[in-house]
């Protein structure tokens, strides 16, 4: 029988020492917190950051989905109860109960007119922010009941490139040119303007700066307070769905590329493919919003009570104007389905909407663009200007 050597003996034991020691410092490691963050999942999360991103300069917005949102302050991690549903901020209810004062407009300045109007920036308030914006009024003599207006509610641009004069230059004239004072919101957050840019689609701060914007117009003298419409791009048209459900002065809407979905169909539509599909853009940070409220009001299959009150597609039958929808079917943004749904439930609701597809277009109807414009001034001359 072979024997070991007695100095093999300690070589043993001094090498499976070496190996306890390594695995009890990289358990002791973890447990302080102190592991690279790079790859410890807690020590990496920080506080959400505002996109760095270039937007593609060849569209008018960059919008992947909803990751510009940040999650509302209203969540049981902090030992908050969490909101009854027709308290939730979110609410269609909570909404329409809120006041929307808006401010005298103020001009900030003159910008070189256009073909058949004067622009400025000008600012106004919301929720004590100073929101800027880009304002046009038509040449000539003004109505006598004043000029109609067209609220002009841009799409998903990161809100730290955002620029009041940038984007949606031909889209913004199309109105002005056709008549109407012109207004587009930068929104809290987006250039200039003050407050924090929390997003869309988990906080209602968007939807309150455009409908304080609207009360700020029907005070201005120039502008008819009873013929006002509201044109929405994307995340815009999301914006505009809620306005008008909420606010019953607004005449008509049009939407182009919208995200008009209920919030059980966008889970369906738009956000769950993405994470399937394991798309980095879409970090655990920017889920959070989402996370928290399905943590205190559980998943739309299991509470579609709540999910529903947060969703303008359950108060149709309340618009307070027709609706008329613009859509490519090869959208890589919004998908047409979001469109076609809305459609059919708002016919389903007894409203009026007229609704166009345009096939092999993109996100921004580049190819059919003034076509879709057209379109557009034309529902506004009838629904908001009373032309026959």
């Known amino acids: 029988m072979q024997h070991k050597h007695p100095f093999d003996h300690w070589v043993t034991r001094g090498f499976a020492l ?34 760095t991103s270039t937007p593609d300069p060849n569209t008018s917005e960059n919008e992947g989905g ?15 109860k969490p909101l009854a549903i027709e308290e939730h901020p979110m609410s269609i209810t909570a909404m329409r109960q809120r006041t929307y004062p808006g401010s005298t407009i103020t001009f900030e300045e003159t910008l070189d007119p256009g073909t058949t109007y004067n622009q400025y920036v000008v600012s106004y308030l919301s929720e004590g922010n100073k929101i800027f914006a880009l304002m046009s009024i038509p040449f000539g003599q003004r109505p006598a009941t004043g000029w109609p207006v067209v609220v002009f509610n841009h799409g998903y641009i990161p809100p730290n490139v955002y620029r009041t004069t940038e984007r949606y230059v031909d889209y913004f004239a199309a109105f002005a040119n056709a008549g109407y004072i012109t207004f587009k919101s930068d929104y809290r957050g987006h250039g200039f303007s003050e407050g924090n840019p929390g997003g869309a689609y988990s906080s209602p701060d968007y939807v309150v700066d455009v409908l304080n914007a609207v009360a700020s117009l029907k005070a201005y003298p120039d502008a008819d307070a ?7 791009h994307s995340m815009g048209g999301y914006i505009t769905l809620r306005a008008m459900v909420i ?59 709540f999910w529903n009150a947060i969703s303008a597609n359950s108060y149709l039958a309340d618009l307070s104007g027709p609706i008329q929808l613009h859509h490519s079917t090869t959208d890589e943004t919004v998908p047409i389905a979001m469109s ?7 016919l389903e609701a007894g409203g009026l909407v007229e609704y166009y597809q345009y096939i092999g277009d993109d996100h921004d109807i580049t190819y059919n663009l003034y076509t879709a414009l057209a379109r557009s001034v034309a529902f506004f001359d009838v629904w908001v200007k009373g032309v026959q």
């Not at 009873?226 to 044109?231: A, E, P, T």
């Open 18 to 51: 070496l190996i306890f020691g390594l695995l009890l410092g990289t358990v002791l490691w973890d447990v302080l917190g102190v592991a690279d963050p790079t790859t410890n999942p807690v020590a990496a999360l920080t506080a959400p950051q505002r996109s």
């Open 340 to 346: 076609d749904v809305l459609y059919g439930q708002i």
């Open 247 to 305: 606010d019953p002065s607004i005449k008509a809407g049009v939407i182009w590329g919208g995200v008009i979905a209920s919030y059980p169909d966008l889970f369906t539509l738009w956000w769950r493919p993405r994470e399937v599909n394991n798309d980095t853009t879409i970090t655990p940070e920017r889920r959070r919003w989402r996370d928290r409220m399905i943590e205190d009001y559980g998943t739309p299959e299991e509470n579609p009570e």
């Open 226 to 232: 009873n013929r006002m419409g509201m044109w929405g």
């Open 66 to 80: 909803p990751v510009e949102d940040t999650a509302l302050p209203v969540d049981s991690a902090d030992g908050l």
